[in-house]
């Protein structure tokens, strides 16, 4: 499944659109929750972490939905510990690192 997303992904402008449109606007929404919970105002907190697709769930097998909002909301170039890793270590650490530090505590 996975590989026809891929191919779909590079071939399809308008299905690309839409993915990365989504996965953005998950990214923008759990990195503002990030903030909000940080500076201490919970009431600003949307419910994007309730609605984000689970890790490994069907859908998310079937869209990779939750690996590219991950590689948004913890980017290479603003966490240098993932600096030097290959891709894919890098895509399972921070798709863990969402679930742990995202959309588990909000």
Not at 11 to 19: I, M
Not at 72 to 99: M, N, S
């Amino acid at each position: 499944m996975a590989k026809k997303l891929l191919e779909r992904y590079k071939r399809d402008g308008d299905f690309r659109f839409l993915h990365d449109a989504v996965s953005g606007h998950f990214a923008h929404c759990l990195t503002a929750d990030l903030d909000f919970q940080k500076s201490g105002e919970i009431n600003r907190i949307s419910l994007a972490a309730k609605w984000c697709p689970s890790l490994d769930s069907s859908f998310d097998l079937v869209t990779l939905l939750c690996e590219s909002i991950a590689k948004r909301v913890f980017p290479r170039d603003r966490f240098p510990e993932y600096e030097g890793v290959e891709e894919a270590p890098y895509a399972y650490r921070v798709r863990d690192r969402l679930r742990k530090d995202a959309l588990v505590p909000l």
